[in-house]
C-alpha cells in the first residue's frame, strides 16, 4: 500500500527516492549530442551524485531480481566511471 508520496513505506524507500531526486536535480535533463560532452564537467557531476547512488543501492537490491540486476548495472557503469574520473 503506498502513502500520499507514492511510497510503499520499504525500509529505506522514502531515503532512496530523496536521493534519486537529488541525482536528477544535480544532473538535469540529458544534454543532446556528444559533442555537449565536457570530461571535466561529467567527472565533477559524477563524483557529485556518486554518494547518493551508494545510497540508492541497497534499495534498488531489495527489490527483487530485477533490482538486483539494476544495482549490479548501475555498479558496473559506476566501475567505468571510476576509472575514467579517479578521485
Known sequence: MSDAH???????????LGALSRIHDRIGE???????????????TYHDVKPL??????WLERL?????Q???AIRFLMSIADRLCPA
Open 6 to 16: 507514492g511510497t510503499s513505506g520499504a525500509p529505506g524507500e522514502r531515503e532512496a
Open 30 to 44: 540529458p544534454q543532446a549530442g556528444a559533442e555537449a560532452l565536457d570530461t571535466a564537467q561529467l567527472c565533477k
Open 53 to 58: 547512488l551508494l545510497a540508492v543501492l541497497p
Open 64 to 68: 527483487g531480481d530485477w533490482g538486483r
Open 70 to 72: 539494476l544495482a549490479a
